[in-house]
Structure formats: C-alpha cells, structure tokens
C-alpha cells in the first residue's frame, strides 16, 4: 500500500496559476488533517505503550514550541494567560481525552478549553499516576520547558502530583515517528518537488560560466512558486543550500569547471516535514565522452552497498542491532567498515589505511527524517556508529528516516581515495525498506 502511495501522485514542475485552488487554505487543511489523525490513531499508544496516564505540554506565550504545529490551538501573545498548557490524558476507551488551558482551540480538537489557573483543579479530578512533561536531557523536541515554567508547574500541582512528573520524551518520540497515511503522502509530494528541481537545476550547469549560487538560488526560486523552503529557513533567511565541487578540481573564481564532481546536499521544509536528499553530477572534460571509469566503478559498487544495506534495515529491531546487522552483512559481501564517529578524523584516517587497495569501505548514517532534516533534532531510531544515544530505540513501521552512507574507493584517474555519500529518503513499513521518491542512481553528466 506505502509503495502505490509513494508514485501515485504525479507533480509538475511548472507552477500552474489558478485563482479557486486556494493552496493557503489547502495547506491549512492538510495540516489539520493531519493533526486529526495524529491525535486519533497515534497518540492512544503513544501513551499506553509508555504507560503514561496524562502528557502536559507546557508552552510560554510568544514563544515558538518545537511541536506546536503538531498540537495546534493558538498559544501566541496572551499576556493575561503567560503559560499554556496542552493536556492529554488516557481516561480509557478508544480515544485520548485532550485539554487546552491558557490558550485557544480554533479548530476543534481539544474537549475542553480554559485557563491556566484550572490546572490544579482538572489534575486532582483525574488523579494521574504517571505525568509526562516536555523537558529531556538528549531530545530538543521534547525539551521545550523552560525552567522558570518547571517551577511555575511544579508550585501550580503541589504534593503530591509534582512528585510524578517524568520526561515525556519516549511519548513525543511515539507520537512523531508512527506516521498517518496523509503524512506520508505528504512528505512524499515535497521529496517528489525537490528532486526534480534539483536534478533539473544540476542540469543546467554551464561549465566556466555556472556558479554555486547560480545553481542554488534557480532552485530556490522554483521551489518558492510550490510553497516549498529551505528546511533551515530561521537559520540562514532563506539562504538555499549550494552545491559545490566535491572532487577533483576546484573552481576558478567561483565557476564550475570542467572535470569537476559536485554534490549538492538538500533538504526542504514544508507542512511540518522535512527532507535530507543528496544528488551529484560530473562536468566532462573537453577530452572525455563519459565519466571517469574509475569514478563509475566506484558509483556501480556503492549501488550494490545500497541494496545490501536496504536489505537488512526492518522494523521491530533497536538502531544498535541494525547497525551491526549492517557491518556483518556489509562485510559478508567483502565491504570494508570504516565507520565515522563524526567527532575526530577516524573516518578519514581507516579511509586513509585502505588506500590505492581495491577494498571499497562505508559507514552509515542512516539518521531519522520527517519533520525536520536534521537527524540530530529528529525523533526516533538512529543508526549510525556515532548517535549512540538512540541506539536502543526499536525501529516502528512507518519509520521515515536518510537512507545515508558514505563509500570510499580509489580512483586511479585522479590517484586519491575519495568518499562519496548516497542520501535519499525513505519508510520501513512491515514490508522493509520502501523509498519515498526515485532514488539517485546516477550521477548527472555535463557535457
């Protein structure tokens, strides 16, 4: 079913203006959607399976929660309520009951509104056990509680509720990672756009003429006319990611040149997704008529890699053990671990130890995706030999994550060593690994 959802949807690249299609009110709509269903199919279990009895999401007015597209309402500039808090609790049945006090439900998702200053009396009444709150020491997205509202929550809830708070990271990481179908669907759309603007944009490199920001900005502007931005938009003012010339030359005054081989590393943000895509592309020489066979060979191996790795990634397993059933396999087929602990130059110096050998080394990085690109502000399984600190969490069905690892080899043509990185996105469903958009399978040449 996820692999006809995936390509079931046809995208065009050319923006077409249509007064009526209101694609304001759409998005809106899709978000709604979304949350709806998030908060109906998902967050039962995202409790139950944490045996949660009542998760409050504490939010300050006029400040930015890292979940508050997931959780709606409007929290913003209340100065009669500074503190907003969203409550959920499991009173059972086959729904979560949900509470918005200090702030307002504009659209119908809360069974109950009013101010902060009920809290006390709506917690006494439902006599939790357990409560989840937002702070964590190693989960940003579930550590939006600021000190100053800990003390305020913990003085408004006294003895002895106060003495039954715990981290509500393992119910948020639930909550985000077990995706809805329209999420998907989504996320697939956005993923989709990129990749043809990408691939288009790395086409239309002219060599001595073309560069980095003429490239980036291009597909920055097509993706613009989609709704569609950078996924680091507050970081950088909208500033797209460059691509830039990997190996072997570099650019004389800024051009692209001829012989040069560009990776273009991208993610885009839209609708409270994420995505974390690669793509590469090699300028021909005046003298050649195809890639390198040195470079080609190494780009033929690494797409082996990538079936083998594809393989061996299933749901029901913790990151920990999918990343040794990745070395074991990889080795299995005559691969050299060389893995990255993205701290010190360890990558660097075992690539380094394999030389002009003909042994092809990797590491992974197969980090979470979805609602931002950045695996280490993401939710969920992370495999990777240096995100230790989610290497117990079980990969769940309907785990969106970068499909990415780096491959090293020697390519006689330029006498180095070189490491290039395969990134593309996609779900474990109970069926294994299924991408969410056509993969990149060869490197685009420029003539």
Known sequence: MMKNLAIAVVFLLVPVIVVDAQESKQNYEIMKLIRQEKFDLILPGAMRDNNVDMWIHVVESGRMDPLALDLGGWTEYRAWEPVCYYIFTDRGGDRIERIILGGEDLDGFYDIEGSSHDLLELVEERNPDVIAINMSESLGIANGLSHTSYLRLVK?????????????????????????????????????????????????????????????????????????????????????????????????????????????????????????????????????????????????????????????????????????????????????????????????????????????????????TGNTSVGDAATGAQMAPWRSDRAHLVIQPMHIFAFEFEFNAWIPEWNRRVSINFEDNAIVTHNGVEYLSPINEDIIVVR
Do not use: C
Not at 175 to 202: D, P, S
Not at 207 to 215: A, C, F, L
Not at 226 to 237: E, F, K, M, T
Not at 332 to 359: I, V
């Open 156 to 368: 408004a809830l006294g003895t002895p509720f106060a003495e039954r708070l715990v981290s509500a990271e393992n119910v948020i990481t639930d909550f985000r990672v077990r995706r809805v179908q329209r999420e998907v669907a989504a996320f697939a759309h956005i993923l989709e756009v990129q990749r043809q603007v990408m691939e288009a944009a790395l086409k239309r490199i002219e060599p001595g003429i073309s560069m980095p920001e003429d490239i980036g900005w291009w597909a920055a502007d097509q993706l613009l006319a989609q709704g569609i931005g950078p996924s680091y938009q507050a970081a950088n003012l909208f500033l797209p990611y460059m691509p830039f010339s990997y190996m072997p030359v570099e650019t004389a005054d800024g051009v692209f040149d001829r012989g040069a081989f560009i990776m273009w590393d991208m993610g885009v943000g839209h609708l409270n997704l994420g995505t974390d895509i690669k793509r590469y592309a090699y300028i021909l020489k005046d003298d050649e008529t195809e890639i390198p066979v040195g470079l080609q060979r190494a780009w033929e191996h690494g797409q082996k890699a990538r079936e083998i790795l594809k393989r061996t990634i299933k749901v029901g397993r913790t990151a920990g053990e999918t990343h040794d059933a990745i070395v074991a396999a990889m080795e299995s087929a005559g691969f050299a671990s060389t893995p990255s602990d993205d701290r010190t130059s360890q990558y660097r110096d075992l690539m380094k130890e394999l030389g002009d050998s003909d042994k092809f080394g990797f590491s992974v990085d197969m980090h979470t």
